[in-house]
C-alpha cells in the first residue's frame, strides 16, 4: 500500500492524543482524544481553564511526553519516532527560560542555533536578521539579565526562530508586558505568521487570543470543546438582535405600533430582533423622543470561553489503556 504524501502546508497535525498519569486508583486521565491541526501561516490559540490539559497536549506535541494513544506529525515527522521532527518546531513555553542571562542577544542566538544544528556563520547571520526585525540591534551588547522584560520575551521568540522551524509553540507571549511591549509582541506574531510559521499560542489573556488567533480550540478536563475559526466561533455566541435605548415616555399609539413590529419595550430600552431595514421604521416610530443608543451585542472570547467551560461536565468516556511506563 502507497503511504500517504504529507501535505506541506501542514505544519502540524495531532490526532486522538490520549494520556493518563499516575496508576490504579491515583490513575487521572489528563488529555482524552485531542486533534489538532494547524496549516502554514495560522495562529491557533489553544485555550483553556487550569488544569485542562494544555500543557500535557503540548509536551507531547513537543515530543516531551509519549502519547498513550493517539500521534503527532511535526511538518509530516512524528517527533515521538523521528528525532529530526524536533527541528520543525521552535518554543517559547516558560518566560524567559530559552535563553542564558549572562549572555548577549546575539551569543543567545548563536548559541541556541549551534544546539539546532545551525552552522555558527549561519545563526550569526540569521541572528542580525532577527535583532534587527525584533527592534534589539542597539541591546547587542547586553547581557539578557540586564534587557527589560518585554525585550527579554522579544529575544526569547527571536532565539526559538533561529533555525526557522515551522511550528512555533508560544506560551503566554504578553504575560507581565506593559501595553506597549504587549503590542510589539503581538505585532511581531503576526509577522512570523506571515512569514508562513504556524503558530500555537496558549494563554490565559484572552483579549489577545482573540486579536491574535484564526482558530481557536477550547480544553475542558482533557476534552476539546469546541474548534473553529475565531471569528466564526465569536459570531455564534453573539447576539444579532438590536438594542435601541431611548429618552422619555412612549404614547400608547407607539407601544402598539413598536409591539407590532415584534419589538419588546422594557422601561427605556427596546429589543429588536428583526431584519435590519425595517430598524429604520421602528425608529422612526420612536420620532420625537431623543435617541440614546443602537447597538448590537457582539460577544467577545471572554463570553465565548466562559459559557463553553461553564457547561455541564462532559460525560466520562472510556478510559484508555494504562501503559507500564505510566
Ligand atoms: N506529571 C504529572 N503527574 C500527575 N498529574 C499531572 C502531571 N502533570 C499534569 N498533571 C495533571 O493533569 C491535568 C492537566 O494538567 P496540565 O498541566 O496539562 O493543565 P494546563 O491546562 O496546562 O493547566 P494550566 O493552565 O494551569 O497550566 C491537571 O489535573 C494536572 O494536575
Known amino acids: 500500500m502507497n503511504r500517504p504524501v504529507p501535505d506541506p502546508d501542514i505544519a502540524l497535525e495531532a490526532h486522538q492524543l490520549c ?10 486521565v489528563a488529555v482524552r482524544e485531542v486533534s489538532l491541526t494547524i496549516r502554514a501561516g495560522q495562529v491557533l490559540a489553544f485555550l483553556g481553564p487550569n488544569g485542562a490539559g494544555k500543557t500535557t497536549t503540548i509536551k507531547m506535541i513537543g515530543g516531551l511526553i509519549r502519547p498513550d494513544r493517539g500521534w503527532v506529525k511535526l511538518a509530516g515527522l512524528d517527533p515521538h519516532r523521528q528525532p529530526m521532527a524536533l527541528r520543525q518546531v521552535g518554543a517559547v513555553l516558560e518566560g524567559n527560560r530559552n535563553l542564558y542571562w549572562r549572555l548577549t542577544p546575539p551569543e543567545n542566538l548563536e548559541y541556541f542555533g549551534a544546539l539546532r544544528q545551525v552552522p555558527r556563520r549561519l545563526a550569526r547571520q540569521r541572528g542580525q536578521v532577527l535583532l534587527e526585525q525584533f527592534g534589539l540591534l542597539e541591546k547587542q551588547r547586553t547581557p539578557v539579565q540586564k534587557l ?3 525585550m527579554q520575551q522579544k529575544l526569547a521568540i527571536a532565539v526559538a526562530l533561529v533555525h526557522q522551524p515551522k511550528l512555533l ?6 504575560l507581565g508586558l506593559d501595553v506597549e511591549a504587549s503590542e510589539t509582541v503581538k505585532a511581531l506574531v503576526r509577522d512570523i505568521a506571515a512569514s508562513g510559521c504556524a ?3 496558549t494563554t490565559h489573556q484572552l483579549a489577545v487570543a482573540e486579536a491574535l488567533s484564526d482558530r481557536v480550540a477550547i480544553i475542558r478536563q482533557g476534552q476539546i470543546v469546541a474548534e473553529q475559526p475565531t471569528q466564526a466561533l465569536i ?39 428583526g ?5 429604520y421604521t421602528l425608529l422612526s416610530l420612536l420620532k420625537p423622543l431623543p435617541l440614546l443608543e443602537v447597538s448590537q451585542h457582539r460577544a467577545d472570547l471572554t463570553d465565548v470561553f466562559l459559557q463553553l467551560v461553564r457547561q455541564p461536565s462532559p460525560p466520562e468516556p472510556s478510559t484508555p489503556t494504562p501503559k507500564p511506563d505510566d
Open 199 to 201: 503558530i500555537l499560542l
Open 19 to 28: 494520556k493518563a498519569y499516575g496508576r490504579g486508583r491515583r490513575r487521572f
Open 148 to 150: 527589560s522584560r518585554g
Open 275 to 279: 431584519s435590519p431595514t425595517s430598524l
Open 169 to 174: 509553540l508560544l506560551d503566554e507571549p504578553t
Open 235 to 273: 459570531q455564534q455566541f453573539s447576539d444579532s438582535a438590536y438594542q435601541i435605548r431611548f429618552a422619555g415616555l412612549l404614547s400608547d399609539g407607539q407601544r402598539d405600533a413598536i409591539a407590532a413590529l415584534g419589538a419588546t419595550v422594557t422601561e427605556n430600552r427596546i429589543r429588536y430582533a
